[in-house]
Structures are given as structure tokens and as C-alpha cells.
């Protein structure tokens, strides 16, 4: 965004977001999504710098829980849940290792 | 022209705990399918993650262990790629502040001791085990969501054997620490390596070259020496290394490329908004200091200067930590270190190994190894009694004075019986007793023999020895 | 029938204490409600009136036992992104078609521990995602002031089934001011908690730094009411906070008065292009307060402008994240490939509608490689001045009077075509989300158009009960919570 922002490859993007666009969609968003960019630049007039960001709207720490078993699903509701299964495992097509 | 290879390790490493990472499903090795999963560890709408105690003491007690410093300040991030094993299609990880910095490994390569410095340490979460079917893969999520920890080293190595010792030794203190049991079979250690090479004198480093996810050891080894034999070839035939993501296929013995930088991922990682930062204080990391059990170096250490155990007894005991504990409990019932020490080296490994059984399976205790070791130092048995004793417990358990009692393997010291054979030997040998009176030695070898049968072996022959010196010396 | 759907909690209360009605009659009333006029409202996906019935009867029953507890019986219509065991959750997108939930989220626990009567589930902006519950997947919802005009968003369901007496008070959630502007477009009080007093456990993550759950009800005291049912610290949410909840309902003062009470005005919260009409409402209902005795004092939020613009950088780029769970591999839609990666492209390109697809496209963007620190480390660091702002501002007051949105609700379709535009109308409650802060929206009067108007009241972090004190003073001394839509 360092000055006008080079502007937004929608194609890239959705392939990152695993999403099949269309090319009207393409057309569309990349048009709508520019002028949201460039809505966003007024951000540069200020000088944050020094400014520490925020994560969390109230700030907190050290939220654990103790080593213990909670409750687990009933199989078959992860089962019946799932598109399509096998032997009460997830099915999915062929992974090719990445 | 003369080249050098760099090696930098990521070994994720599960830890020992009794639920996941961040919801209360029990990690178990080889459960039914998905009957350990709940809403968090496979990504329902609505679920939420909250950090599991134990893990981060861990985690943090390894970095202690490896020498690291606690982070004071550390917190989560979100790693976003889309993969069927990662139920959320991001990993909650530690991108810039991960709990543990720095630390070092030390360890004898070949004869020399040469030191692996580390990065960091990082928490995070486990994947889900996809196994592959005819046409299709199938997810078991048991496995999603556990606690993994990733101890990433510096490049810092530049051989096979250097990554060898330095995993092998990482091992060790894990299972020592208690923090894993590091079983590659279960795929609780598992290793990235990234290798690159460079003509000897060039400044900056090759292209590095990652190859996955290894779990065995000698498939590591392997993987790095065809690499690094593979990326020699390359540029010696003037060609250029390419930065690429790679596998290793054992059957084969060669890695094969995955992935290319062009379509390397783009995680877009920021802060995991579910989870909190985590704050460590000092008072918090001296008391888990405090907790941490003693290294193999320095057990090996102590059990030279103080116990006065040869090197070799000190590194064979330390090996393995289980008979390393074992030879501790023994300790604390016996004095005799190095009798103790060649009891467990002989019978005890020789019967473990016969019969393909952990140590903590032997039937003869450490208790029950002290109270042999002590008839024997108190000359009650011979220590060739003491071994029957030994292999009879191990087989059939049992008290070790009783057993002495029932095989009579007691021996007898007091004079009036030892006096009695003595005067039989002496009397009905005169040759041999001419013998030794005129000046051949050896010749009480014969009577010793004599009052020994007539003891039926029972007679201890240091007495006996005496016994007939102080008859034939009048 | 007695219209008891038109009743408030705390009248509906009254009436089961001294035994002139039944939970059951409650929920036959208001189901009779529902058949009446929610072919024209639309503002539920799913309603099950076996099993409503059947809570009310075990509600009456508990009630038969002795137990006595204000919320015990009423019919609460719930957002369709909360999770209910054994009920679909389908956030009004396509994605989630054939998901059965298989737990409870904590406040719809907490709702069933004080025997309130879960009712049907209402529509809203397909994963939260809107400002008028245009982006809905699953079904149209209308204004009942005005059916040609949208009930607000994304909690439009919510608001339209409270505002036509088709519920006694409903959940809803607030990201950007989903709670409030819908209840301020159909004429309700609606409460966006301080982040962490309602345990977000169970609701389906649109911006996890953002999200609240909160109630949307006919009155003021009907809200603190339900708030006091479902606030509390959850150790199942990290981000829930440990602290007791006042009894909010109690604590509301009979006497109207404001004295002692410092209310800020921040001249910024008048933007140009606000709808002069909205303007002369808030103004009025300032000069109420005045009149009740509260010291009127100006403040500044002067970072309050880029709200919209850090607002949707963080929002996306955590809703990028949060919905890549929708895949079509665990549970929901799939549309099959080759490969993972086909499968994931076809179902998610099928599953979500054309804003919810901007909107992620627009995340994965912000966070992408290079762009991170330009968008969302800025973001970050600016939403560190805007709450920096709110703490100097309560300095000098006790709670901060504005209006809640720049105009009131306009026709459908009227802003659908620019995103941009639509996004501007958050200018006024996304800064709350963003600081963390609580803040209520009440009705302040109308337009000349019929339309309500609403007032916003924004507390300091964890004073819902200076709001709610001064939402009921207001309310008090006012009748425009009175007025009902002619259905
Ligand atoms: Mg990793
Ligand atoms: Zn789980």
C-alpha cells in the first residue's frame, strides 16, 4: 500500500483462497475490490511508526486448561456429517503429495 | 573442485501428553478411525481452541534441556494452506515469537565433539494421517490437532553423519526429559532437512533444497547423501541447484522433486485472534528447571568420577535410559558399582537380548540384583553361584537366599568343617604334601582340589587355602 | 388469542408467576404470530414447533416445580449461525447444506439451563457478512415497517422476528454493528457486549477479534434481562473474561433520572451525508437526556474515519482464515474433482455467494505475501488509536451518545450493486467492534417515511450496565418502543 497499491491480481488471489471464479466474477470484483484498495490508502496519512498494533480487543494472557480428557464426538455423527466416507474414515479424492 | 554441503534440520517432535494441543481428545496410538475427535480438532463451525498446560511445560522443559532460552513473551499465528489433513485449512503455529530461542546440541561425531546450534523451538498442532486407497485417500483426524513441537537447528551441519548424531542425541535427551518417547514407528520424531552445496571457500550458501518429512533415521541418512552427491553432480556437470521442496523414496534410495519455488505456498500467517499471548516469568522457568531430570552426559560424567566406572561401563549404562535407571535403582541398594555395572552388561543384556525382553520386564529387580551382588561381595556364594542365581530369577523369579538354600550354593567358611577335610586331604595325599614341603608350591593346587571334591565345592576357597598354608608351613 | 407474542419478557414474567398463561401459550401465540405474517417478513429459515411446544411444556413444568427465574419459558429466536445440537447451522449459505450441529454453543446452554424456550432459527447475511440480509443464500427477509425495505444486517432476522411480534426477543451477533443497526432499522433495542462477556463458543466465527453475541428485544430491561442469562466467562473460549455479570436487570434505577451523569458527544459521529432527519432524531433524544438531568459534554474520536477502512482489512483477513474450514471435505456441500485442490475450487466457488467471496478474496489478499504489513499490520496499529481514542474520550464521560447508522432503512437493492458504498453505512458502529467497547441502539423516533430511527449509547469496556441504565431512563420517559409496525 506504500503509495498507490500495485493493485489486486484477483485471479492469484482466489486460486489462494480455493475459490473457481468465473470471469464475469473476475471482472466484477476486480473492479469493486480496486475501489475498496483505494478506499483503504487513506490509511497512509497517518504515521503509525511507533504505534503498537492490536491483536485482541482486550488484552489477556496465559488462558491454558489442565491436561485432562474432555469429550470427544460420537463416531457416527462425524460419520453422517461427513460428504462421503469409507470404513468410518473421511473420503477424499486422491491426495498427490504436494 | 572441492565442495561443501550445509545441513539444517526441522524435527517435529510429539509430545507426551494425554490430550491434543488445543482441545481435550485423547491422543492414542492406533485407535478406531475418527473416534478421538471432537468440534476444534476437526474445524466445526462455532469451535474454539484453548491452550493445553502440559504441553507448553514441556515444550519449555525441552528448551531447557537443549539450552534455549525461554521466550518471556510468545504467541500464536495462524500458518493458512489448504490440505485435507488440516482440518481448519490453517495450523495454529508460532511464526515470530515462538516459546524457545537459541540453545545447542553437543555430541560425539567420529571421535570429535562438535556442538549444533539451534534457532528456536516452536508449538503447534498436529496433522491428520491420510491414507491412500484405490482412487481415493482416507483421513483419520485421531491424530489432528495433537501436540507438536518443532526444533528447528541452525544450518549448521555438513555431513550425514553430523545430522545422524546430532538426531540421535536430540533423541535421547527427549525421552531422558520425559518430554517424548520420540517412537518413529508412531511417527512421534519426524525430520525436514534441508541440504545445500557449495564450492569450498564461497561465502554464501547454495540453493537449499528441503526434503520432507523422514521419520527413519537411516532413510535420513541416506536422503542426505544421494542429495548431497545429487547437487555436487549438478554443478560439477555446470548446471545450477534449484531452491525446491523434495522427497525421499526409500525403495529407490533417491529424493524426487514436489514442489518448485514458483509454486511454493503463501501461508499469509497473522495472529491466531482465538488464542491469548503467553507469558512465561522467571520464578516459572527456575521451577521447571528444578524439575529436570539429570542428561545422559552427565550421568556418564558421574558415573566415572564418582562411581569409578571404566568410560566404556559409564557409556553403555547411559545408552539407554531405561537400563540407565535401572543400574540407578540397583545403586541405591548396592555399593559395588562395578559389580552392578558387569551384571547388567553380561547376564542381564545377554538373557534381555536372548529372550527380546525390555528391561523393565526382568523378573529380577533391582532390588533383588543388590541382595546377589551382596552375598557374593560377603562371600556367601561364588560369584559363579551368584550368575546361577541370577539366570534362575530371571527365568523363574524368585527370592535369591532361598534359592541359594534350596540349590546349596552356600558357601562354607568355618573352620572345624574345612579343618576336617584339610587333615583328610593331607593325610591320605603324603606325595604331593612331600612335594609342597620341598619347595614345588603348585602341589597345594592338588590338596586344595581334594578338600573342594570333599566339599562338594561348597568350601570357600580363599579359607581353604589358608587352612592348609597354615597346616603345612608348621 | 391473548397476543401474547406482543408482550415483553418482563411482562410475559409476571404473567407465568401469577399463573395467567403458560409457556405453552406464549409459544402457541407466538407460532400463531409466525403463520400470520411471516410469509411477508421472512425472517425464519427453520422452526421446529414440535419440539418449541415441547420446551415450553417442560418450561411449565420446571416452573410447576418451583424453579422461578425471569427467562424461564420464553420463546428466544435464534441467528442461524449459533450452534444447537441436533439442528442444521446453516448461516445462511449454501456451503453448510446437510451440516447437523453436534454440540451446543455455551449461551444456547446457558438459554437452556434457565428453561428459556429455544424457538426457530432467523435469517441473516450469509455468514454475517452484510448490512441488510440481502446476502442470504437460504431466504429474502423484509422490514416490517416497510416490507419494500431491508430489516438492516446481518442480524436481520433477528430484528424483523422481534419487530413483527413473530418473537419475544431473539440472539443475534455483532461484528460491525450487525446487532445494532438491525435493530435500529426495524425499531428495537439491540446490545453489542463488551468482546469477552459472552462466551463465543459455538458461534460460527465470521472476525474472531470482533464477533459478539448479543441480544436484540423490545425493551431495554427485556435486554438486560436475556444479557444477564447469557454473559459469563466460558474457559472454553480464551478469549472469554473472567468477571462476575452484575444483575443488570435489577441494578435499572426506577427513577428516570440522569442526574450526576456525564454523556459525551462526538462531533465526528455527525458525518456529512447523514440523513438530516437521523440527525434532528439523535439530537432531540440528546436534548431528552438534558432534560433528564445528565450533563451534556463534547468529545473527540478523531480516528474514528478510518474505522471502515481498518474494519474491513481485519475483518476479511480473519473471515479469510475462519471460512477456509468450509471445504466440503468433513461436512456440508461438496462438489467432487480430480483432486483435493478441484474439489475445493468447484464446492467453494458453488458454496458461498458473490460477498462472502469478495470478502475472502479480499483477506487472502491483505495477508498475502508483501501486502501484510502495507494492510493488515497498519490496520493493526491504527486499531490501537481508535481505542486509544475511546479510553481518552471516557475520561470525560460516562457513556457517549450517537446515532447508530447515517440513514434509516433503505429499499432493497438499493446499495447491492456497490459494495463500497454499503460498507461507508458501518462508519458509526464498526469503531465499538474494533475498540472492544459495549454499546446498545434504541429507538429515538421516526422518519418521515414511518421508518425508526435509533440512537446508539456506547459504554466503556465491561459498563453494560451505565448503557442499559441510560437506555432505560430514555426509554422510560419515551414512547417510541411503543409503536409497532402495521403487518
Ligand atoms: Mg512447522
Ligand atoms: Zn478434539
Redesign the pocket.
Known sequence: MSGTHEGIDVGYVAKLACIDLTDEEKALFQGQLDQVLHYVEQLNELDVADVEPTAHAIPVFNVFRKDELGASLPHDAVVANAPSATDGQIRVPKIIDQ | MEYEATIGL?T?IMQKTNTKMFCGCKYEYGAEPNTHVCPTCLGYPGALPVMNEKAIELICKAGLLLGCEINPYSKWDRKNYFYPDMAKNYQI?QADEPLCLGGAVTVEVEGTMKTFTLERIHQ?ENAAKNTHVAGASLVDYNRAGTALM?IVSNPCMHSAEDALAYMTAVKQIMQYGGISNCDQEKGQMRSDVNVSVRPVGQKELGAKVEIKNMNSFAFIKDAIEYEIERQIAVLESGGKVDQETRGYNPDRGETFIQRTKEDAHDYRYFPEPDLMPVKISREQIEAWRAELPELPVQRRERYVTELGLPEYDAGVLTADKATSDYFEATMAHAKNAKAVSNFIMGEMMRLLSEQSLPISESKVTPEKLAEIIALIDAKTISTGGGKQIFETIFNEGGDPKAIMEAKGLAQVSDDSALEGWADEAIANNPKPVEEYKAGNAASINFLMGQVMKASRGKANPGAVMQMLKQKLDA | MADLNKLTISELAEKLAAGDCTSVDIVNDVLAAIDATDAKVGAYLTLDRADALAQAKAADERRAAGERNPMLGIPVAIKDLLNVKGQPCTCSSKILEGYTAPYDATVIAKLRSVGAVLLGRVNMDEFAMGSSTENAALGKTSNPWDLDRVPGGSSGGSAASVASDEAIVSLGSDTGGSIRQPAAFCGCVGVKPTYGRVSRLGLTAFASSLDQIGPISKTVKDSALILEAICGHDEKDSSSIEMEVPAFAANLPADPSLAGMKLGLPKEYFVEGMDPEVEKAVRAAVEHCRSLGAEIVDVSLPNAKYAIAVYYIIATAEASANLARFDGIRYGMRLDGKDPAELYGKTRAAGFGPEVKRRIILGTYVLSSGYYDAYYKKAQKVRTLIRDDFTKAFEQCDAILSPVTPTPAYLKGEKTADPLKMYLDDILTTPINLAGNCALSLPCGFASNGMPIGMQIIGDAFQEDTILKVGHAYEQTTDWHKSRPAL
Do not use: L, N, Q
Open positions: 526441522e517435529h503455529t503447534e518443532e
